[in-house]
C-alpha cells in the first residue's frame, strides 16, 4: 500500500514489490561486478544525483556487498517544468577525489540522456578508474543522446512518471510506487 498522497488521474505502473525485488537483484549484479574490480583496500565510490535519485540509491547501496563510499551531485536541466531545457547546470559538486577510483553514478531516471551524458563528459576530464551509470528507471523512447547505462531498474515508456524518488514539480518523490500521471 502507498501512504504518500496520489495525484488525481493515476495509474500505477510498478508496485513497492516489484521496485523492490529488482532493486535487491541489481545490488548483487553490481557486487558480483565490482567484486573482481576493487582491490582489498578500495573503495567503490557511488555518486547519487540529487534530488531524485535519493530513494533508490539508499535501497541499491543496502543490497549491495562492496565496500563503497557516497557522494551526491545536484545537476538541474529541468527546473520546474516537465521537459528538459537541455542545458545543464551543476547546483552542488562533488566532495570525494575520484582520479583513479572505481566510480558507479546512481541517477533516478534516464530519459532525454543530456544529463547523464553532460555529467560522464565532467567526470571523465577527473580521470577516474572507471565510470559505471545505474538508473532505476529508463526512458529509451525519449532519448536523444547515445548512453551506455550498465544497470538499469526498469524500461519504462508509460508517461509521465512520479513516486521512487520521480517528482513532478518537486511533488510526489514519497510514494512507494512508480505512477504515470496525466498533465
Not at 537483484?25 to 555518486?47: E, N, P, Q, R, T
Request: overall charge negative.
Amino acid at each position: 500500500m502507498d501512504y504518500g498522497h496520489l495525484p488525481d488521474k493515476a495509474t500505477l505502473i510498478l508496485s513497492e514489490n516489484e521496485i523492490s525485488q529488482r532493486v535487491r537483484a541489481l545490488g548483487s549484479l553490481i557486487s558480483f561486478d565490482y567484486h573482481s574490480v576493487l582491490k582489498k583496500d578500495d573503495l567503490l565510490l557511488v555518486i547519487g544525483v540529487l534530488n531524485g535519485a535519493f530513494v533508490f540509491m539508499a535501497d541499491l547501496i543496502r543490497e549491495m556487498s562492496v565496500a563503497l563510499e557516497v557522494d551526491f551531485v545536484r545537476l538541474s536541466s529541468y527546473s520546474d517544468s516537465k521537459t528538459s531545457s537541455s542545458q545543464v547546470v551543476m547546483l552542488k559538486g562533488l566532495e570525494r577525489e575520484i582520479k583513479d577510483r572505481h566510480v558507479l553514478v546512481v541517477e533516478d531516471i534516464a530519459d532525454c540522456g543530456l544529463t547523464l551524458a553532460w555529467f560522464v563528459d565532467h567526470l571523465k576530464s577527473r580521470q577516474p578508474a572507471s565510470i559505471k551509470l545505474a538508473v532505476a528507471f529508463d526512458k529509451k523512447s525519449r532519448r536523444q543522446i547515445d548512453l551506455n547505462l550498465d544497470y538499469v531498474g526498469f524500461e519504462l515508456d508509460e508517461g509521465f512518471l512520479v513516486g521512487y524518488g520521480l517528482d513532478a514539480a518537486r511533488r510526489y518523490r514519497e510514494l512507494k510506487g512508480i505512477y504515470s500521471i496525466e498533465d
